[in-house]
């Protein structure tokens, strides 16, 4: 009975999930090569490293604004190298903007190009980042971030009850091992039907891929499903909780610093961060002005970030007076965060070089064929089933037309 319940728990789960993770597996697997495709398709955009001195991230924001004098720069991005990504939005008052990001050349200056990110592309700049808004929010922003959080809960959930249904049931008095039993999960029978098949596939592709797929799953609800992940993981690890961080109450009349005295101070306290807590600083990352939460954000990229690329290193000050509010270190800080950081980095293809992006790019379209194949196991048996109760069906039918009366 409890085995019963399990395969119904999975057959529905699966097939409510199914469309999303084709989505997400196909736009995954190309997001795990994000630098090189952009590069290819946009080199314009993303000239590379080329000499010069490396502009910082205030007269960078002060650039796109002098560029654009009806908006303000709220992000200055600087992860890609020889690209900026300033985010911008409209001034108080003035019309809405056509776009949202303008990239700069982080030596010249210049303008590369703008555009409104993630929406559906009619130029070739805009196509990557319609795939990345599709894969994290089905182009849909916030409800859409929503929805595959909840698909990635289902989706963590039906990890372990997939698991459990490739068990060996109990045989009785049955000689054989517990892995001889279980060794038909792991296989394939090619030359079986085409039913057959897809059902080995299914089975045994998410048994070999099982941790995998568990990773995943539960790193997608860490980015969508905060309220979730964070609870979990703070029960069994220490993961603080950043939504219980106090910020700065906002003072009327007060204008917050200006980026290049705000990029100053925040160059300053992560100074002084790295001396006290023995890591090093390789290169800034970021600069982010938080107005709904009155902060500035600083990012680099330091000794204590895993992955080959990008940096997770940041502090946070108050946007008025620059003092210190949090420090939030990639790994060694907190056990729960250190998990999370690798969760993310292996989510995003960022560790174990060129031969883990293959593997996450071919993982995403297996993701994809797996979830399809359930879809058509599904189908398969509701035909079955069908073809077993038409007879009934159709001589009930056949006795009721006989007593109707003409």
């Known amino acids: 009975m409890i085995r019963a319940a399990l395969v119904r728990l999975?057959?529905?789960?699966?097939?409510?999930?199914?469309?999303?993770l084709i989505v997400v597996g196909?736009?995954?697997?190309?997001?795990?090569?994000?630098?090189?495709?952009?590069h290819w398709i946009t080199p314009d955009l993303y000239p590379g490293a080329?000499?010069?001195?490396?502009?910082?991230?205030?007269?960078?924001?002060?650039?796109?604004?002098a560029l654009a004098p009806q908006a303000r720069a709220t992000q200055v991005y600087l992860g890609?190298?020889?690209?900026?990504?300033?985010?911008?939005?409209?001034?108080?008052?003035?019309?809405?903007?056509a776009f949202d990001q303008i990239y700069l050349d982080t030596v010249t200056g210049a303008e590369l190009g703008r555009l409104k990110f993630g929406v559906f592309p009619t130029r070739r700049e805009e196509v990557m980042p319609f795939v990345y808004k599709?894969?994290?929010?089905?182009?849909?922003?916030?409800?859409?971030?929503?929805?595959?959080?909840?698909?990635?809960?289902v989706w963590t959930i039906d990890c372990f009850v997939a698991f459990a249904?490739?068990?060996?049931?109990?045989?009785?008095?049955?000689?054989?091992?517990?892995?001889?039993?279980?060794?038909?999960a792991l296989l394939v029978k090619w030359s079986s039907s085409l039913y057959r098949v897809n059902f080995d596939f299914h089975r045994a592709g998410g048994l070999w891929l099982w941790a995998l797929l568990l990773i995943y799953a539960w790193s997608s609800v860490m980015m969508n499903l905060d309220v979730v992940y964070s609870r979990v993981t703070g029960f069994f690890l220490d993961y603080p909780r950043p939504d219980l961080v106090a910020r700065p109450l906002p003072v009327e009349g007060r204008k917050p610093l200006e980026w290049?005295?705000?990029?100053?101070?925040?160059?300053?306290?992560?100074?002084?961060?790295?001396?006290?807590?023995?890591?090093?600083?390789?290169r800034?990352?970021?600069?982010?002005?938080?107005?709904?939460?009155?902060?500035?954000?600083?990012?680099?990229?330091?000794?204590l970030d895993i992955g080959k690329k990008y940096g997770a290193t940041g502090i946070d000050i108050d946007a008025y007076t620059g003092e210190l509010l949090t420090v939030a270190l990639p790994t060694g800080q907190h056990s729960g965060v250190t998990v999370s950081t690798w969760l993310a980095e292996l989510h995003s293809a960022n560790v174990f070089g060129p031969a883990y992006q293959v593997a996450v790019s071919l993982f995403g379209v297996t993701v994809a064929a797996l979830s399809a194949s359930g879809v058509y196991i599904s189908w398969k048996k509701r035909r079955a089933r069908g073809a077993l109760y038409a007879p009934k069906t159709n001589r009930r039918r056949s006795t009721m037309s006989d007593v109707m009366p003409s």
Do not use: C
Not at 10 to 20: P, T, Y
Not at 26 to 38: V, Y
């Open 10 to 20: 999975h057959r529905w789960a699966g097939l409510a999930i199914a469309g999303f």
């Open 26 to 38: 196909l736009t995954g697997s190309l997001l795990a090569f994000w630098n090189e495709i952009n």
């Open 50 to 65: 080329h000499a010069g001195i490396e502009l910082d991230a205030a007269t960078l924001a002060r650039r796109a604004e």
């Open 80 to 97: 890609y190298i020889g690209t900026a990504w300033v985010t911008m939005e409209a001034l108080e008052g003035a019309p809405p903007l």
């Open 134 to 153: 599709l894969h994290y929010a089905l182009a849909l922003d916030d409800p859409g971030g929503r929805i595959l959080g909840i698909v990635a809960l």
């Open 165 to 184: 249904l490739t068990l060996p049931r109990a045989r009785g008095r049955s000689r054989k091992s517990f892995f001889a039993r279980w060794k038909p």
């Open 260 to 282: 290049e005295e705000a990029l100053s101070i925040a160059s300053r306290r992560m100074a002084e961060q790295a001396k006290a807590l023995n890591f090093t600083i390789e």
């Open 284 to 303: 800034p990352i970021a600069l982010y002005h938080l107005r709904d939460k009155d902060v500035f954000n600083y990012r680099v990229r330091s000794s």
